[in-house]
């Protein structure tokens, strides 16, 4: 048991080969050739904004046409009751 502890404390100490310790690495800042692709935050912020509003706009869009559909649905049964009552002579209370 003394031997496997020894084992594995000897493989945490040990550096994998090929690699380099953090204080080798160089810590100072590379810029990326031709890393043009920079956009305006303030651009972004107002696509960001635009594109909200569509969907917002498109779903009281399609929120008002689906409700005009159950309304002349409402109005065509309300309109059918009428008529099977008128025709079984109960009439409106």
């Known amino acids: 048991m ?33 890393g043009n692709d920079l956009q305006s935050g303030e651009k972004l912020l107002v696509e960001a904004y635009a594109a909200i ?19 002349r649905r409402i109005d065509a049964l309300e309109a059918a009751v009428q008529r099977a009552r008128a025709g079984s002579g109960q009439g409106t209370s």
Request: proline residues 4%; aromatic residues 12%.
């Open 2 to 34: 003394n031997s496997l502890h020894s084992l594995f404390a000897h493989a945490a100490l040990q550096q994998p080969t090929g690699t380099t310790a953090s204080d080798d690495r160089s810590q100072a800042f590379r810029p990326v050739q031709g």
């Open 53 to 71: 509003w569509l969907i917002v706009f498109a779903l009281v869009f399609l929120s008002w046409r689906r409700q005009k559909q159950i309304d």
